[in-house]
């Protein structure tokens, strides 16, 4: 939702009118994801440290959102502040995954798929979403010099790599479960198609071109339209990932039930928050 908020905000102060309603709606939309976060944060799960972050997070996202609405940045101080903004929440996403002790999970399957499902896939997403702020913001201004191309360029690059990072992750889990391959590799792979064809877009509208006029509306659109086809492949493999540990379960002493039980919990919520405020 803050990676949508940016985009949006991008091609609002770049001066682009048309998406100030849109702009408006996600941003409510963020301000209730932060609520509901603010109430798994008072759990007794969270740590001093997980909360001292989540306050980092909405105290940056409340200056942020103001500023935005009263049109007092310029697209790339948004672009910029909302960068800072979701390297908070990544910080929180990896003290949550710590905490759950998903990273120590030790089965090659799983581990792996929770690499690229909590920690490779939000990444790539951001690096999407930065190209489609950035971009967004040169089309509703009309305009991109030298050190717009040599930015972009660099924005796919960074895309791309975090992409092909994400693919190995997901390729490494299904390496050791043909399972998960039939499950999930087709969607992989079609995922693949749509990332490249978002990055082509930059390239030739934007990168390409010493006279933009591509409508940044439809390029925020195809971009989005990249990271959602990303979130509902996230949706598949934390669905497989819970029918994975479920299976575990089941065959566990009643101690390691509970154990288990509970990280199932805390899976739940660090996926609600990758998910939710990310996006």
Not at 4 to 19: E, I, M, T, Y
Not at 238 to 249: H, P, Q
Not at 262 to 269: E, F, S, W, Y
């Amino acid at each position: 939702l803050t990676q949508q908020h940016r985009g949006l905000s991008a091609a609002l102060l770049g001066g682009n009118d048309s998406v100030q309603a849109a702009r408006a709606a996600k941003n409510a939309e963020v301000a209730k994801q932060f609520a509901s976060v603010d109430g798994l944060m008072k759990d007794g799960a969270s740590t001093d440290a997980m909360r001292q972050t989540w306050q980092d997070a909405r105290t940056r996202w409340d200056s942020l959102s103001s500023q935005v609405g009263a049109k007092g940045l310029k697209a790339a101080e948004s672009s910029t502040l909302h960068a800072q903004l979701i390297a908070v929440y990544f910080r929180l996403l990896d003290q949550l995954v710590d905490q759950s002790g998903l990273i120590l999970d030790p089965e090659a399957d799983t581990y792996f798929l929770i690499s690229a499902t909590l920690t490779r896939l939000p990444m790539a997403t951001e690096a999407l979403g930065q190209a489609r702020a950035r971009g967004a913001g040169f089309l509703a201004e009309g305009k991109i010099g030298p050190e717009g191309h040599t930015l972009l360029a660099g924005l796919v690059q960074q895309a791309e790599d975090q992409h092909r990072g994400m693919g190995i992750a997901f390729a490494k889990s299904f390496a050791v479960n043909a399972e998960l391959k039939s499950r999930l590799g087709g969607k992989i792979a079609a995922l693949d198609e749509q990332v490249r064809g978002s990055l082509s877009l930059t390239r030739d509208e934007l990168i390409a071109k010493e006279e933009i006029a591509y409508p940044a509306p439809d390029y925020i659109a195809s971009y989005t339209r990249t990271i959602d086809a990303m979130y509902v492949v996230a949706d598949d493999a934390m669905a497989a990932l819970d029918e994975m540990l479920g299976g575990r379960v089941s065959s566990l002493r009643t101690s390691s039930w509970i154990v288990f039980g509970l990280l199932a919990v805390m899976l739940g919520v660090v996926f609600l928050f990758a998910r939710g405020i990310s996006r």
